[in-house]
Structure formats: C-alpha cells, structure tokens
C-alpha cells in the first residue's frame, strides 16, 4: 500500500486574509498511483459541475469558487471529504479547524475581526446532503481498497505571515515553508510507506535540491527531473523512503491536490467572511473584498474615508508585508 499526500495553497497574492496552505492524505494500492482517482471513482466524483448529479466535485478551486459568498461546492467537497476521513460534521468553523488540525486558534484573540466569535462561526449547510455524498465516497473508496486518512491544514494570519516575511524577506520562501511543515508532517506519520507527496508547483522554479536537503539532512537524495513541468525527487534513509514531486497544474491533474486546493480556499473563505462582517458593523456602507491586491488597496482606502478608529483595524495585523 501507498500514502498518497497532495499539497496546495489559497491565498498567496492577497494582501488581506490569511494564506493557507492545506494536505490531503489518501492510502491506496501500490497499482493505482499511476491512475487518475477521478477515473478509480467515477460514481462519487467528478472533475465538472455539469453533469455531476449528487457526486461531489473536485477540482482545482479556482474552477470551483464562483463569486464571493458562492462556495458551496468547495463546501460541499470539503467536508464531505472530511466525514469520508471519519470526523464528524463540524458545525462551527472551530469544529473545522480542529477536524483540521489547524494550529492557528490560539492567535484569534490577537484580531479584532477574529476574537472569540470565530471559534463558534457557523457553517451553513445541507447536512443530509452532505453526509448522502460522504456515504456514497466511503463506499468507493472500499470498493477499490482505499482510504483518506486525513485533511490537514495550515491557516497563516497576517500577523504571523509578516513575522516570517521580516524574517525571510520573500513571500515565495514563506509559502515553502508552510508547505514544508506539511511534508514533514506526512515524512513523520508515514515514512515507512510507499510515501509519495504531490506539490502544485508556484511559480518557474524547477530546483529544490537545496530547500529538500535543509529540510531533511538525514536523507540521501535523487534528482529523478528537473524540468519546467515536473521536479521529482527520492529521499531514502534508515528504513524510510519518500519521492516528492513538484507538479505545473497539479490541482488540475492530481485529485488530492485539487482536495487540497479546495480545502485551502474554503478556509480562506470563511476567514475572510469574519473579517467583512467585522468592517461592514462598523462601516456598514463598505463594499466586502475578497483581500487581492487592487480590491484590496481599494477597501483600505474605503477604511480611511471613515476615520475608524486605528485600535480597531492594527494595520500589522490587517495589511500583509509583500
């Protein structure tokens, strides 16, 4: 048996909002990590919304999110997935970030739009929906001997964001970083598997021989490619083996890395829509942002116009460094 791991991230180029960055964790037979799950499991899961009837649809969650306060298919997937995994249905985002194994609920005090209010944020949904396409995936999933272990995710508030960019004055670092604790995480649970991590690959980088032997510097390592689509690597060690791959488009061509692009948007989301609320009470008159750079720099401005008070928006914590 493999342990398959797919990585993505939401959130890189906002200003506002938290980057996230999230892992699902699937265990399958040797056999089928060649093949495209969407193809294992055609019954309980689809790449498009058309024609998709009550299967959950999984893909990369740009394809998926349709306008702001429109995530439901995110949603739907998502946590479905994560009942498929066992858990039981969160009710709250706090419930979610627990299924989650989020590390960032003890920073919520710190954020005016966060506080205690987060941790009992609800979530909004069709539960018997929900729980039809969980039931309808776990049963696929057995049918072919496999198992999602697990979703984890790794919200990093602004806050904490600009702490690592003063620290490591790139943003694209931050974000292998992140990544970085989720590999080894997985190389820690399941390294004396057939552990194979999937990564989407940002932005034109092809070499990551150095950041991978940091990281683990324990490990011999094979350059098995370095090309513009595809960077692979095989890290052995006492007992342990682990081949981590860098993937152009891997939300579009791997199902648990666009699980995990999901995941990491759906959070973003939620955080973001605290943060809105939290602005719309005291500026009930300003237009919600989705935290991207134009729209962004457009709602601070916006901000501004209504002299609110600076206690209640500290900007380290509002504005990301970039």
Same mark, same amino acid.
């Given at each position: 048996?493999?342990?398959?791991?797919?990585?993505?991230?939401?959130?890189?180029?906002?200003?506002?909002?938290?980057?996230?960055?999230?892992?699902?964790?699937?265990?399958?037979?040797?056999?089928?990590?060649?093949?495209?799950?969407?193809?294992?499991?055609?019954?309980?899961?689809?790449?498009?919304? /058309?024609?998709?009837?009550?299967?959950?649809?999984?893909?990369?969650?740009?394809?998926?999110?349709?306008?702001?306060?429109?995530?439901?298919?995110?949603?739907?997937?998502?946590?479905?997935? $994560?009942?498929?995994?066992?858990?039981?249905?969160?009710?709250? &985002?706090?419930?979610?970030?627990?299924?989650?194994?989020?590390?960032?609920?003890? &920073?919520?005090?710190?954020?005016?739009?966060?506080?205690?209010?987060?941790?009992?944020?609800?979530?909004?949904?069709?539960?018997?929906?929900?729980?039809?396409?969980?039931?309808?995936?776990?049963?696929?999933?057995?049918?072919?001997?496999?198992?999602?272990?697990?979703?984890?995710?790794?919200?990093? $508030?602004?806050?904490?964001?600009? /702490?690592?960019? /003063?620290?490591?004055?790139?943003?694209?670092?931050?974000?292998?970083?992140?990544?970085?604790?989720? *590999?080894?995480?997985?190389?820690?649970?399941?390294?004396?598997?057939?552990?194979?991590?999937?990564?989407?690959? +940002?932005?034109?980088?092809?070499?990551?021989?150095?950041?991978?032997?940091? &990281?683990?510097?324990?490990?011999?390592?094979?350059?098995?490619?370095?090309?513009?689509? &595809?960077?692979?690597?095989?890290?052995?060690?006492?007992?342990?083996?682990?081949?981590?791959?860098?993937?152009?488009?891997?939300?579009?061509?791997?199902?648990?890395?666009?699980?995990?692009?999901?995941?990491?948007?759906?959070?973003?989301?939620?955080?973001?829509?605290?943060?809105?609320?939290?602005?719309?009470? +005291?500026?009930?008159? *300003?237009?919600?942002?989705?935290?991207?750079?134009?729209?962004?720099?457009?709602?601070?401005?916006?901000?501004?116009?209504?002299?609110?008070?600076?206690?209640?928006?500290?900007? +380290? $914590?509002?504005?990301?460094?970039?």
């Amino acid at each position: 048996m493999a342990i398959l791991v797919g990585i993505d991230e939401a959130g890189y180029g906002p200003i506002l909002g938290p980057l996230v960055v999230s892992a699902s964790v699937f265990e399958l037979p040797d056999a089928l990590l060649g093949k495209s799950l969407w193809q294992v499991l055609p019954r309980s899961v689809c790449k498009n919304r /058309q024609g998709a009837g009550g299967r959950l649809v999984i893909n990369d969650s740009k394809k998926l999110y349709l306008a702001r306060g429109r995530y439901h298919l995110l949603q739907r997937g998502v946590l479905a997935a $994560l009942i498929a995994a066992g858990n039981d249905p969160p009710g709250v &985002l706090g419930d979610l970030l627990c299924c989650l194994e989020a590390t960032c609920r003890e &920073l919520f005090t710190q954020y005016p739009w966060y506080g205690p209010d987060a941790e009992v944020y609800p979530l909004n949904y069709n539960s018997g929906d929900i729980s039809t396409a969980a039931n309808a995936l776990v049963t696929e999933l057995k049918e072919h001997h496999i198992r999602l272990h697990t979703i984890w995710s790794r919200p990093i $508030l602004t806050g904490s964001f600009n /702490q690592m960019i /003063q620290t490591v004055n790139n943003k694209a670092t931050v974000l292998f970083t992140v990544a970085s604790e989720l *590999i080894y995480q997985a190389y820690q649970k399941f390294h004396r598997d057939n552990l194979q991590i999937l990564i989407d690959k +940002h932005g034109g980088r092809s070499h990551y021989r150095a950041q991978l032997q940091r &990281l683990f510097p324990d490990l011999n390592m094979k350059i098995i490619k370095e090309e513009d689509c &595809l960077s692979s690597y095989h890290l052995t060690g006492s007992g342990s083996s682990m081949k981590i791959h860098f993937i152009a488009r891997g939300d579009d061509r791997h199902l648990p890395v666009a699980l995990a692009s999901m995941t990491s948007k759906y959070v973003r989301e939620l955080f973001m829509e605290l943060l809105n609320r939290y602005f719309q009470r +005291h500026c009930p008159t *300003i237009t919600p942002t989705a935290g991207y750079y134009q729209d962004g720099r457009r709602f601070l401005n916006d901000l501004k116009s209504h002299n609110l008070d600076p206690q209640l928006a500290p900007h +380290h $914590l509002l504005v990301r460094q970039r």
